[in-house]
Structures are given as C-alpha cells and as structure tokens.
C-alpha cells in the first residue's frame, strides 16, 4: 500500500526544482567561524583548481533548461564565493543561457558576502536583472563576531561597502542573515539594522551544527545529518529557545509596523502554511528533495546541507542530471522528510506550520524517547503559537479578497481602543473610593472604567 501511495505522489511532484550551483566549490576569501562548507575542500583531495569548467557549465545550463518544465526556469550561484571567478565567468554564464534558453524565460540568483564587489559587478546584476543576495548577520559586532577574513580580520565595512555600490548602481538585493549564539541576542537591533540598510526581503537561516570531536574518514569535522554516534552541539550554534525568542521579538515589531513593507521570510512561509498555500520553503513543507546541489565537478547532491558521500546522487557528466533528479534515491530522500516523523510531530497542533521542518536538524529525542526531533522544536513552537491569532486574522484578510497588511489597524483597534468615562449618579459613591458621595467628590470630573 506505501508502494503504491509513494509511486503516485510521485507522478504529482512539480515538473520544476531547483539546482544550488557551486561553480568554484567551497573556496571563499572568507573564513566564518559557522561556516559548514568550508572544510567540504576535504571532499576533493587531489583538486587543486575548484572551478566550474566551460564544457561542464555549458553541459549544466543545457541540460538545467531542458529538464524544467516551466516557462520562467531560475539558476542559483552560490559558494564558496561566486565573485572569485571573476566577471567575465559570469558574463559568459549570461551568453549561454541565452543560447539554450529555447523560448524559456531565464531567471538568476547570486549569493555573495559582498566583500568584492565593484561598480562592473553591481551596473552587471542591474543590466541583467540578477537578483543578488547578501550574507550579513547585523550591525557591526554582530556580523563580525563570527565572519572573519582568514587572517581573522573583521568583514562588515566591506559588506557594507558592497551594499553601497549595490544601491548606487540600482541593483536588486535582499539579506540572508544567519543566526547563531551571539547575533541571536540582538533581534530587535539586527532587524531595525536590515530595514536602515534597505533590504526589502529578510532572510533568518538556524545556525546548527554538531561535531563529534574527531574527524571522519573523509577529514571532516562537522558530522553528517543522521549520524548516529555522539556528537555535540557546536559553542557557534543557536539554542532553540532563544532562536523562538528572537523571531517572536521580531515578529512583534514586524506585524504592528511593517506588514507589506518589508517581507521576513519565515513570516510569508508561515503565513502560506495556515492558509493553506504552498510554502515556497523547503525546510517548512512536508516533503522536500527538489533543491538540489552541483558541486563544481558536476557532482549532484540531494541538498546543500547532505553534501556528504553517503548523499551523492551522481554526476552529470555521466548521467543526465533529470535522471539523478527523478531518482528513486531523490525521490525517498523528499518522502522521508514526512514518513520519517516521529508520533509526538505527528500529534503536534503547529505540525501545519513546520513538518518537522530541516531533517538535517532532527537529532533529538522526543519527550517519550523516539529519535527524530529537531533540536529547534521548542523555539519554532513557541514562536508558532505565539503568531497564531495575527496568522488566523490575516488568512482571513487573504481569503476575503483583502489585504493582510489590514492586521495592524486590527491590532491598534485592539491595544488601544477609546476607554468611555462613567458619569455616577449625583448620590452615588464616588469610584474614585475615598467613601464620599460622587457630588462632594470627584463630580464633573470624567471617571474611566479601567
């Protein structure tokens, strides 16, 4: 009967899906201390030169294109640090895919820390349209507490650099901020921080990480999702209560001020889930496996955060990546999300909200001792039941045809509503209670009923 059941959502699943590329690797000029990728070089021990080569990007856009089902098909270039490659790498990406582009719309996303930038790079993204995504954590001692050159220096003024001539010259961008032991203590700052520097679509990405203190047989120190062995939390990850704490506090300034004006991603998502529309969020919906990632060899892994052996799918140089990407093994990766829930996630009242959201962070017991718990589950609790009552009024806005921004007259009518004064009979006591009649009292003047 599961048989059955998986080979028929199978045939349901989208006809589009996202590939991550890393066209130089993990190589970055940065070395954040949360880095995940960082030490996947370790993945590659005889490369020397992690680079994207031509005949294999040429081999990839062709093939990302065909493979899409859709007429507006987006690529997304992360890292490592695109921006190494040097611009002329990019330019020639844009001629490419318009070679192959057979009628379709092309779409492209790039993810850099900024540090780099040049007026060529950013009048480059407004010409072409290339939505860019910038890596910044928050104000200064925030972002520089953990993103540090390799020599250690600090990185915030080039960012913010980068950020400049990104304005200057017109082009698109919006914030990832990761959140981590330190930057999660300063949510009000680093949101307000966000909104000064103009980023309209604000992204919070969990930073959790586990290390087992000795490296595997592959020289990685960072264990793989569903390591069985003991390993601890790293000092640089995020404790699930405050990372509930921090996005309720942004939450609160969020739906009383800044609904349609500035989008928080989590926000939209969990709006999306309680009005029963698709997410558009990997780690929020109930199955996953269409976000994929290349690595610079052509290698295909099933997600950004399974880039280990035990998770290669395959290369594209030796198997049309549509193949890797409608795999039995793909397809039971984005099935498991679901199947694999523990009862007490099943049972959950918010189970709508998260589906047990990343299976990379599901490493804990539940409280009657079932593995298969996300470490965060008691932050994202918290923060979900708290929104509840604005996600309920503003599904409603939607449903009625009406905007969802309407919650913060909603919420103003209800924490600061007109309090009528109480005139008392001439004779009566007078409820200010010092035992009088109200006309010795407190006559003509207004009582308010408190």
Known sequence: ????????????????????????????????????????????????????????????????????????????????????????????????????????????????????????????????????????????????????????????????????????????????????????????????????????????????ERSAGIKDSNGLNLVAPGYGGKACVTDWSVNARDFGRFLITIFDEWVRNDVARYYVQIFDTTLANYAGEMPGLCVFSETCGDALVMEHNGDLFSCDHFVYPEYLLGNISETPMIDLVKSQRQFDFGIDKRNKLPRYCLQCDVRYACHGECPKHRFINTPDGKPGLNYLCEGYKAFFHYVEPYMEYMAKELKNKRPPANVMNWIRNKEHQVVKPVIPERNAPCPCGSGKKFKNCCFGKPIYNL
């Open 1 to 208: 009967m599961d048989i059955l059941f998986n080979d028929a959502l199978k045939l349901q699943r989208p006809d589009a899906f996202n590939v991550m590329v890393k066209p130089t690797g993990p190589v970055c000029n940065l070395n954040c201390t949360y880095c995940y990728y960082l030490e996947k070089k370790k993945l590659f021990p005889e490369k020397k030169d992690f680079r994207l080569r031509e005949e294999l990007l040429e081999n990839f856009i062709r093939q990302y294109i065909e493979a899409q089902q859709v007429p507006v098909v987006t690529f997304t270039w992360q890292g490592g640090e695109p921006t190494l490659l040097g611009l002329d790498y990019f330019v020639r990406i844009i001629e490419l895919q318009k070679k192959h582009s057979n009628g379709k719309k092309i779409e492209n996303a790039f993810q850099t820390n900024g540090t780099r930038l040049t007026d060529d790079w950013c009048r480059f993204f407004a010409d072409n349209n290339i939505l860019v995504g910038i890596s910044i954590d928050g104000a200064e001692h925030t972002h520089d507490h953990y993103r540090r050159t390799s020599s250690g220096g600090p990185t915030f003024k080039k960012a913010m650099r980068g950020i400049e001539l990104l304005h200057k010259n017109k082009a698109e961008f919006n914030t990832l901020s990761c959140v981590n032991s330190y930057s999660v203590h300063y949510a009000s700052e680093t949101y307000r921080f966000l909104k000064n520097i103009g980023s309209g679509f604000i992204q919070f990405l969990p930073v959790v």
